[in-house]
C-alpha cells in the first residue's frame, strides 16, 4: 500500500500509520519524503513484494510541486494495480490537483483529525532526555489512558529517529519545533548506542508480531533498555 500523507500534524498521521498498518498485516513500515526523496524513488514502493508480503509506504507530499505531481502520476499509470491512499490532515478542494490524481486510480481519500494523547511527548522526552524517575511516572500516565504497545513502539522508533539525525549531523530534516529537544537528548547517547537501541526496537517489534512477547511488557522493556547505561 501506498499512503500520500499531506499536513503536518504528526499525531494524526501516527495514529493512521499505525491503524492501516495492523489493518493490512503489514511486516514493514516504510517513510518518504518528497522533499528529499525523488519521485523515482518513491516509484520503487509501487512495485509488489516478491515475496508477496504486504508492505505499508508511507510517503509526505506536503510540499509536492507540479513537476513532482506530474511524475508521480506518470509513475502511478505504470502500476494500475497499487493501493492507493491519500491523508489529510489539511483541507482540501474536491478540485485540488492531489485528489485529481488519487481520485484516478481509485484511490482513497482519508481526513486525519483523531489525535492520540498528549502523555506520549511527555513520556519520549523524559526518556531520551534520562530522566529517570520522571519517566516511569509519565509512561504510568500514558498507560492509563493509551496502552497500544505497537503505538508506542513507533513513537520511540520515531523519536530515536530523531536522535540519530541530530547524532549524524542530519539535523535539519527535524521539524523545527522538535529540533530544540532531539539536539538536547543526543547528548546522551553515543552513536554505538543508537545502533544498539535500533536493533533493540527492532527485536521487541518482530517479538510482538510473532506473539514472543507479551504485548503490555514492551513499553516497560523498551522504557528500561533505552535508560540503562
Not at 3 to 24: M, P
Amino acid at each position: 500500500m501506498l499512503a500520500l500523507i499531506y499536513g503536518k500534524n504528526q499525531i494524526a498521521i501516527r495514529n493512521f500509520i499505525l491503524k492501516t498498518a495492523q489493518e493490512v498485516k503489514a511486516v514493514s513500515i516504510k517513510e518518504y519524503d518528497l522533499a528529499t526523496d525523488s519521485v523515482g524513488v518513491i516509484e520503487t514502493t509501487l512495485q509488489p513484494d516478491i515475496f508477496g508480503e504486504a508492505l505499508l509506504n508511507v510517503v509526505d507530499i506536503s510540499k509536492i510541486v507540479k513537476a513532482q505531481l506530474e511524475k508521480l502520476f506518470d509513475a502511478l499509470k505504470r502500476y494500475p494495480l497499487a493501493n492507493l491512499v491519500l491523508v489529510s490532515t489539511k483541507y482540501l478542494e474536491v478540485a485540488s490537483p492531489i485528489i485529481k490524481v488519487v481520485r484516478a486510480f481509485k484511490g482513497k481519500v482519508v481526513s486525519a483529525t483523531v489525535a492520540r494523547p498528549t502523555e506520549v511527548f511527555k513520556f519520549l522526552d523524559d526518556l531520551f532526555s534520562k530522566r529517570e524517575q520522571a519517566c516511569y511516572k509519565s509512561l504510568q500516565k500514558l498507560l492509563e489512558v493509551d496502552n497500544d504497545p505497537v503505538y508506542i513502539l513507533v513513537m520511540l522508533q520515531y523519536q530515536l529517529k530523531n536522535v540519530a539525525l541530530v547524532k549524524f549531523g542530519l539535523g535539519k530534516k527535524i521539524p523545527p519545533f522538535q529540533l530544540a529537544s532531539a539536539q538536547r537528548q543526543a547528548q546522551n547517547f553515543t552513536v554505538d548506542r543508537i545502533l544498539e537501541l535500533y536493533e533493540l526496537l527492532y527485536k521487541l517489534d518482530v517479538a510482538l508480531k510473532t506473539g514472543k512477547i507479551l504485548p503490555e511488557a514492551v513499553a516497560l522493556l523498551a522504557t528500561q533498555k533505552i535508560l540503562a547505561k
